[in-house]
């Protein structure tokens, strides 16, 4: 079965300080693996897909299949970064447009200090 | 354009009773689901469907049941509610056509079980 784990449930930095969020994953297929963030009163919402290769809002995540690891990555925290964080999994095969479900890991809440 | 909407945005119900929650979604899109969101547990997949008619089964299913009647709509209903259902609902939404791993979700419906 697939599994998301990410180990811790709080980061909390100084603004300007680097950020990394650990996500590991467990998958027998080829991994499909996202980042999603709620804001403080406002909906969940995607941040960032690994297949897209994009960097958002500062934040970039490298699938490492090695290590089956997807951390979230920015060099300069911003107090608006301040969310929780899910890391997810997708079993779904990428554009085929078959059946999809996502497990979602713990999550992390990050909290940037002035 | 409202993307996903739910009703109610609160509730409280006394153990053993019963309550539909209403996700209704303008987007045309195909799949929908169900997550509770517990913290320290994450979120977690209660139902899911992948079109107008069918539902399946996700993580946590127990003491919940959904109905997809219409395309734009999915509800999930409690027969006879209990303090463990005590939770942040989340219902989402998301298209084959767009990446189905891409999921909209809706505002929350906090529930307290008494």
């Known amino acids: 079965a697939q599994r998301v784990t990410q180990p811790e449930k709080l980061l909390s930095v100084f603004k300007g300080a680097p950020v990394e969020l650990k996500c590991n994953y467990s998958?027998?297929?080829?991994?499909?693996l996202f980042w999603y963030v709620q804001y403080s009163r406002q909906r969940l919402q995607l941040l960032l897909r690994?297949?897209s290769r994009e960097s958002i809002k500062g934040f970039t995540a490298d699938l490492n299949k090695g290590e089956t690891s997807f951390h979230l990555k920015k060099p300069f925290a911003q107090e608006e970064d301040s969310a929780m964080y899910y890391c997810?999994?997708?079993?779904?095969?990428?554009?085929?447009?078959?059946?999809?479900?996502?497990?979602f890991g713990k999550g992390i809440t990050l909290s940037v200090r002035p | 354009n409202a993307g996903v909407t739910q009703t109610p945005k609160f509730r409280v119900l006394k153990t053993g009773q019963s309550m539909t929650l209403l996700c209704a979604q303008d987007?045309?899109?195909?799949?929908m689901y169900w997550y509770r969101q517990d913290p320290g547990m994450g979120l977690r997949l209660i139902h899911y469907?992948?079109?107008?008619?069918?539902?399946a089964k996700g993580e946590v299913p127990d003491g919940y049941n959904v109905s997809r009647l219409k395309k734009q709509n999915f509800l999930l209903g409690l027969e006879s509610a209990a303090p463990s259902q005590t939770s942040v609902y989340f219902c989402?939404?998301?298209?084959?056509?767009?990446?189905?791993?891409?999921?909209?979700f809706g505002p929350g419906t906090r529930l307290t079980v008494l």
């Open positions: 989402a939404s998301s298209s084959p056509a767009q990446g189905a791993d891409t999921q909209y």
């Open positions: 998958y027998s297929g080829s991994p499909e």
């Open positions: 690994h297949i």
């Open positions: 997810a999994l997708s079993d779904e095969t990428p554009y085929t447009g078959a059946n999809s479900k996502l497990t």
């Open positions: 987007m045309n899109h195909e799949y």
């Open positions: 469907s992948v079109g107008e008619g069918t539902t």
